[in-house]
C-alpha cells in the first residue's frame, strides 16, 4: 500500500513530473509519453538490484571490500571496470544527478515564483520574477547542504533507505487530497488544507522522534512511533488523511459546483469526455495494463 501511495503522489502530483507531461503537444501525446515513461521506469528495479547482488556475492567470496551499503557501488566499479569505463560511468552518474538537480531546482523555483510571490505582487516584472526565481534557487540549495548533517540521523545513514522514508512521511497528505479531490466534489479546501498541514506537522514530529530516537525511553508512546516501520507509519498516516479530508469536508460549507466544471470526474462535460475517449486506443490501454500487471507481479513477488 505504502509503494502505491508514494507512487501516485510522485507521479502524479510532483512538480518534476508534471511540468514535463505539460510539456506534450496534446493529451494523447501525454499519455502515450507517460506510458512509455513507465515502461522505462521498471528498467531500474533490475538496474538497481544487480549491481547490489554482486557486490553482496563478491563481498562474500572475499573479493570486494566494503562496509557501508553505500560503498557497494562505488567498489564494484572501481574494482570491475577499466579505467576509461569507470570515468564514463561516473560521467553518466553525474550527468543524470545534474539533470534531476536542474528539474528540482527549476521546478522550486517556478512553484514559489508563480504560486506565491506573483499572487501576491501581480504587478512584478519579467525582470522581477527571474530575479526572484534565481533568490529561491539559492535558498533551496542551501537548504538541501543544511540538510545534508540529518540524513546520517535518519535510516541508518543510509541515503536510499533516507529517500524512502522521508519520500513515505511527504506523500499521504497530498496523494490522498489528490485522490479524493479528483474523484468526489464534496471535498472542499477546508479539507484539503487542514489535511495538507496537519500532514505535514505530523511528518514533522516523526522526522524529529527519528533524530532523537536514541534519547526516548524504550517501550515509551514515542519510542515506539519513531521506531515503527516507515511504510507501515505511511499506511496509518494515509488513512487518517482520508479520514481528516473527509471529515472536515463534511462539516463544512460544500464547494460551488460551478467552480468544479472539469475538475472532478463528476463534473467533466460530455465534450471532454468524448475529446478523452477520442484520444486514446487499445494499443494505450493493452500497455497501461500490462505495466500494472508487471507491477502487481513485482510487489507480491518481493513482499
Same mark, same amino acid.
Given at each position: 500500500?505504502?509503494?502505491?501511495?508514494?507512487?501516485?503522489?510522485y507521479?502524479?502530483?510532483?512538480?518534476? /513530473?508534471?511540468?514535463?507531461?505539460?510539456?506534450?503537444?496534446?493529451? &494523447?501525446?501525454?499519455?502515450?509519453?507517460?506510458?512509455?515513461?513507465?515502461?522505462?521506469? !521498471?528498467?531500474?528495479?533490475?538496474?538497481?538490484?544487480?549491481?547490489?547482488?554482486?557486490? !553482496?556475492?563478491?563481498?562474500?567470496?572475499?573479493?570486494?571490500?566494503?562496509?557501508?551499503?553505500?560503498?557497494a557501488?562505488?567498489?564494484?566499479?572501481?574494482? /570491475?571496470?577499466?579505467?576509461?569505463?569507470?570515468?564514463?560511468?561516473?560521467?553518466?552518474?553525474?550527468?543524470?544527478?545534474?539533470?534531476?538537480?536542474?528539474?528540482?531546482?527549476?521546478?522550486?523555483? =517556478?512553484?514559489?515564483?508563480?504560486?506565491?510571490?506573483? &499572487? /501576491?505582487?501581480?504587478?512584478?516584472?519579467? &525582470? =522581477?520574477?527571474?530575479?526572484?526565481?534565481?533568490?529561491?534557487? =539559492?535558498?533551496?540549495?542551501?537548504?538541501?547542504?543544511?540538510?545534508?548533517?540529518?540524513?546520517a540521523?535518519?535510516?541508518?545513514?543510509?541515503?536510499?533507505?533516507?529517500?524512502?522514508?522521508?519520500?513515505?512521511?511527504?506523500?499521504?497528505?497530498?496523494?490522498?487530497?489528490?485522490l479524493?479531490?479528483?474523484?468526489?466534489?464534496? /471535498?472542499?479546501?477546508?479539507?484539503?488544507?487542514?489535511?495538507?498541514?496537519?500532514?505535514?506537522?505530523?511528518?514533522?514530529?516523526?522526522?524529529?522522534?527519528?533524530?532523537?530516537?536514541?534519547s526516548?525511553?524504550?517501550?515509551?508512546?514515542?519510542?515506539?512511533?519513531?521506531?515503527?516501520?516507515?511504510?507501515?507509519?505511511?499506511?496509518?498516516?494515509?488513512?487518517?488523511?482520508?479520514?481528516?479530508?473527509?471529515?472536515v469536508?463534511?462539516?463544512?460549507?460544500?464547494p460551488?459546483?460551478?467552480?468544479l466544471?472539469?475538475?472532478?470526474?463528476?463534473?467533466?462535460?460530455?465534450?471532454?469526455?468524448?475529446?478523452?475517449?477520442?484520444?486514446?486506443?487499445?494499443?494505450?490501454?493493452?500497455?497501461?495494463?500490462?505495466?500494472?500487471?508487471?507491477?502487481?507481479?513485482?510487489?507480491?513477488?518481493?513482499?
Amino acid at each position: 500500500l505504502s509503494s502505491t501511495i508514494v507512487g501516485i503522489w510522485y507521479w502524479c502530483t510532483d512538480q518534476v /513530473i508534471v511540468q514535463r507531461v505539460l510539456t506534450a503537444k496534446n493529451i &494523447k501525446e501525454g499519455r502515450r509519453g507517460s506510458i512509455f515513461g513507465a515502461f522505462l521506469k !521498471l528498467m531500474p528495479v533490475f538496474l538497481f538490484l544487480i549491481p547490489g547482488v554482486i557486490a !553482496l556475492v563478491l563481498k562474500q567470496r572475499g573479493q570486494l571490500e566494503w562496509d557501508d551499503p553505500d560503498q557497494a557501488f562505488p567498489s564494484l566499479m572501481m574494482s /570491475i571496470l577499466p579505467a576509461g569505463l569507470r570515468g564514463l560511468v561516473a560521467a553518466g552518474l553525474m550527468a543524470a544527478l545534474m539533470s534531476s538537480l536542474a528539474s528540482v531546482f527549476n521546478s522550486c523555483s =517556478t512553484l514559489f515564483t508563480v504560486d506565491i510571490y506573483k &499572487k /501576491i505582487r501581480p504587478e512584478s516584472t519579467e &525582470k =522581477t520574477l527571474v530575479r526572484v526565481g534565481r533568490i529561491a534557487t =539559492t535558498v533551496v540549495v542551501l537548504l538541501g547542504i543544511a540538510w545534508v548533517p540529518i540524513i546520517a540521523k535518519l535510516a541508518g545513514g543510509s541515503l536510499y533507505n533516507y529517500l524512502q522514508n522521508v519520500q513515505s512521511y511527504i506523500a499521504p497528505p497530498i496523494t490522498a487530497v489528490f485522490l479524493l479531490g479528483i474523484f468526489s466534489s464534496r /471535498i472542499n479546501a477546508n479539507g484539503a488544507l487542514v489535511t495538507l498541514f496537519s500532514g505535514l506537522a505530523i511528518a514533522a514530529v516523526r522526522l524529529v522522534l527519528e533524530v532523537f530516537k536514541e534519547s526516548l525511553a524504550p517501550g515509551s508512546l514515542l519510542f515506539n512511533i519513531a521506531d515503527m516501520n516507515f511504510l507501515k507509519f505511511s499506511s496509518f498516516f494515509f488513512l487518517y488523511c482520508v479520514a481528516a479530508t473527509i471529515l472536515v469536508s463534511l462539516f463544512t460549507a460544500a464547494p460551488v459546483k460551478a467552480k468544479l466544471a472539469g475538475l472532478t470526474f463528476g463534473t467533466i462535460s460530455a465534450e471532454d469526455k468524448a475529446g478523452n475517449r477520442a484520444s486514446y486506443t487499445w494499443v494505450d490501454i493493452v500497455a497501461s495494463l500490462f505495466i500494472v500487471a508487471i507491477v502487481i507481479f513485482i510487489m507480491i513477488y518481493f513482499s
